[in-house]
């Protein structure tokens, strides 16, 4: 395993130096081969779309879903470049656009911040865009992986930039509130399935799904705006749109919040359905009653 792990991560340092374009190109040609070979996690991808757009016919959620696998095998392969080539490459090849003032909060502000980052297939470009920019402390939560030479690589890469703390998820919400009391930046993603404790079900495109109520409780206790960060895969990188502040959150009822969370997320992925992470089980934890439907 950790021969075959070590030329894998040599071929990503490798391939840090080629053109994006044959970049992009190799991960459209292992997308298709992993749609076709991968069956197991392309009917996770087929049940999620069915359940998500039953309106949409057959063919286009077809559709969606071989670009969906696209996605996850050329973003998988930027991550040679993002974590690996020189700066001034990566720099050019990320976009930050959006609201002025908050791109400029992130990056000069004092007052404590939550970033949204639902699940697009560009998470990771987008955090290393906003950290090259800032060098306010720039919080995230990360769920350790099991081959340590995998972790290890992920870790350097998403520090690679900027002032980054990597928080463990086991360690609780204690670390995730001290630094924002500190007036850091967290970065969030809090809209997976991450099974039952500490959940609520929502809707999700209307499915209940179970999700962590973390954003609304995280920017309550911790008297931060949220922020959220959508990030698209383009053919020249990425485009990181950084979208107004909500106003209307948190409340007093962290369901109603995460409910709310989970509706303005359906807008932002109906812009671009087949940059969403559809390879998550994202409905494999049911409410007590519903049977599986994986």
Known sequence: MSITTRLGL?????????PLPLVRGLGRFLGHV??????PRRKVVDINLALCFPHKSAH?????????????????????WLWHAPKAVVASR????????EIEEIAHGTAP?????????????AATALTMRTMRASNTIYTPQRNVLVDAWIREGRGRFGNVITLNRGDGIKPVLQGLRKNGVLYLLPDMDFGRDHTVFVPFYGVQASTIPSLSRFSRLGKAKVVPV??????????????????????????????????????????????????HRRFKTRPDGEPPVY
């Open 10 to 18: 040599g071929f990503m340092r490798v391939l840090a130096h080629a």
């Open 34 to 39: 992993l749609h076709t070979v991968a069956v």
């Open 60 to 80: 286009e959620r077809r559709a969606i879903a071989r670009e969906t696998f696209v996605f996850v095998a050329q973003s998988w392969l930027d991550r040679s």
């Open 94 to 101: 990320l976009r930050v656009v959006g609201d002025a003032a």
């Open 113 to 125: 911040m939550i970033l949204f980052a639902p699940h697009f297939y560009g998470l990771d470009a």
């Open 230 to 279: 959508v990030s698209r895969l383009t053919p020249t990188g990425y485009d990181i749109e950084v979208l107004p502040a909500w106003q209307d959150f948190p409340s007093d009822d962290a369901v109603a919040d995460t409910a709310l969370m989970n509706k303005r997320l359906q807008g932002y992925i109906d812009t671009m359905p087949s940059q969403y992470y559809w390879v």
